[in-house]
């Protein structure tokens, strides 16, 4: 029994001459030369989308975007890999027409053109949605820390740039010391030491340089009023998960179409935290699927009781659990406290009814307590302190129907 056999390289064979009869007539890469071909680039706000009257022709956009998405429908990121691509893959080569831009042509073009390729993102999901191709009804929300290509070196707070403007300082005055007890030697008649001197006259010149740049990086995070700022990519924040160390990234949110898994709608924040990025991001989504009405479906890092409401306000259905804080599990936990919302009071598990007795502006939530704690048999288990105090959300009513929703299946 032999091994399965490639054909000669030197055989002969009448292979059709023309690229496009090397494409499927069903290819995904047919529908992304017709999409382009029918957009109008110039409305998107692509650069260059009418040509120049003199100097060098350029690439048109159209071919630069068909490349882009080809890239993208091919998990294809990378521009050398897609320069490569252009000219050893037939697919590439049919739809760039045997055009070769080099990777900083292809670099250039997704920096030059960010909103446009946006625009053009959401003008192909409205595509796909008037073809039937996504349910455009329930998307999946999710984010992911991306990230940036500072080093974690460049991240620095108020704190750490003092501190190192002091050790410079130091080192600094350390040299300044050499170069006196130098001089010192000098006047009482040993040799100079030009060798030294040149070497500690170039330490010192270069912690200086290094001062100056750190002061300068303390006036611009004084100018900015922000805790830290990332030097290189000012807009990347220290971010990481639990105790991991916190590297300079970003936070990347993706609405998915649960029906089609089409990537409906993205965008890159500064925030590490999902929980207020839940409404912005589902409006965004609502408006490019232009939908009256949308579910999304998330997980308990968005269950925040503010943005579920404003999403309710907007039409947005939201499904996610509801953070709880850690239970204490010596007393009642909250879930034991019925809240009535017609008399806007809580009864607690002694059937006392708890009134609200102020407001946690800044946790958004109102305080509800009796004065039945204080002679109640229960009171050991309910609360160590003097009188059990429950903290509803402004909000809360949100959640409580989102979890009424999820719990009945809707
Ligand atoms: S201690 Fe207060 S809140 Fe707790 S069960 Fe008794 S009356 Fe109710």
């Known amino acids: 029994m032999g091994f399965i056999e490639g054909v000669d390289r030197r055989q002969e064979a009448l292979l059709p001459s023309c690229v496009d009869d090397y494409i499927a007539p069903d290819a995904l890469v047919r529908v992304v030369d017709a999409f382009v071909a029918n957009l109008d ?20 956009p159209a071919d630069m975007l068909r490349l882009y998405i080809w890239g993208y429908l091919n998990q294809v990121r990378s521009s050398r890999i897609l320069e490569r691509a252009c000219g050893r893959d037939l697919e590439a080569l049919w739809l760039m027409r045997r055009l070769a831009p080099d990777y900083r042509t292809i670099a250039a073009f997704r920096h030059d053109n960010p909103e446009a390729i946006v625009r053009a993102s959401a003008t192909f999901v409205q595509f796909c949605r008037e073809q039937g191709l996504i349910g455009g009804r329930t998307v999946a929300l999710d984010g992911t820390k991306m990230r940036a290509v500072a080093s974690a ?19 600094i005055a350390y040299y300044l010391d050499r170069l006196d007890v130098i001089d010192e030697q000098v006047t009482q008649g040993f040799d100079d030491q030009p060798a030294h001197r040149e070497a500690f006259a170039g330490a010192i010149a270069s912690l200086q340089r290094r001062k100056d740049r750190l002061a300068k990086r303390q006036s611009e995070l004084a100018k900015r009023e922000e805790k830290v700022i990332v030097f290189g990519e000012p807009e990347a924040r220290p971010m990481g998960y639990g105790r991991a160390p916190k590297l300079p ?22 925030d590490a935290n999902d929980s207020h990025l839940l409404h912005p991001v589902s409006l965004a989504a609502k408006d490019v699927l232009d939908a009256d009405e949308l579910h999304v479906l998330t997980d308990g890092g968005y269950s925040n009781a503010e943005e579920v409401a404003r999403c309710e306000s907007e039409a947005i259905i939201v499904s996610a659990p509801i953070k709880r804080g850690a239970m204490n599990t010596e007393h009642f936990r909250p879930t034991q406290f019925v809240y009535d919302d ?41 609360t160590p302190g003097v009188q ?10 949100a959640l409580d129907r989102m979890e009424a929703r999820i719990y009945a299946g809707a």
């Open 249 to 270: 990234s970003y936070n990347l949110q993706s609405v998915v179409d649960v029906k089609s898994g089409l990537i409906i709608h993205h965008d890159v924040f500064n």
């Open 342 to 382: 017609e008399s806007d009071t809580i009864r607690c598990p002694a059937g006392q009814t708890l009134r609200r007795s102020g407001k946690h502006t800044r946790n958004r939530a109102i305080r509800y307590r009796t004065s039945a704690c204080k002679s109640c048999a229960l009171k050991p288990r309910c």
């Open 388 to 397: 059990r105090t429950i903290h509803r959300l402004f909000d809360q009513s």
């Open 153 to 171: 070196k460049n991240i620095a707070g108020a704190d750490r740039l003092a501190r190192d403007i002091a050790h410079t300082e130091r080192e």
């Open 41 to 60: 680039l110039a409305d998107l706000g692509f650069d260059r989308a009418v040509s120049a009257a003199t100097g060098r022709p350029g690439y048109h």
